[in-house]
């Protein structure tokens, strides 16, 4: 059974930072792309940052270049995106997402969500 499972959610003040973790279980998981989305209220969830197998390629979106990072560590599972400078249109849920191809369309697993709010 996959897992992701996303911590360290929370609340911030804007311009500070976050740093987001996800670990996966029950998959191989140096044979998925992972990536990051997010949900805020009245929107459809929207992509935020995702990664190759090997780490050594990354994609953001525009809005977040620059602010966030993502990266991954394959002996340990996980898929962290740092996030600074954070600005109150960064709060929603942010989930998790896995895929054998492309995560940024339609992943075949996704987390719980982790909701980060950003106070101005």
């Known amino acids: 059974q996959v897992q992701l499972v996303e911590s360290g959610g929370g609340l911030v003040q804007a311009g500070g930072s976050l740093r987001l973790s996800c670990a996966a279980s029950g998959l191989t998981f140096s044979l998925y792309r992972m990536g990051w989305f997010r949900q805020a209220p009245g929107k459809e969830r929207e992509f935020v940052a995702a990664i190759s197998l090997s780490g050594s390629t990354t994609y953001y979106a525009d809005s977040v270049k620059g602010r966030f990072t993502i990266s991954r560590d394959n002996a340990k599972n996980t898929v962290t995106l740092q996030m600074y400078s954070l600005k109150p249109e960064d709060t929603a849920v942010y989930y998790c997402?896995?895929?054998?191809?492309?995560?940024?369309?339609?992943?075949?697993?996704w987390g719980q969500g982790t909701q980060v709010t950003v106070s101005s």
């Open positions: 997402a896995g895929d054998r191809m492309d995560v940024r369309s339609k992943p075949d697993y």
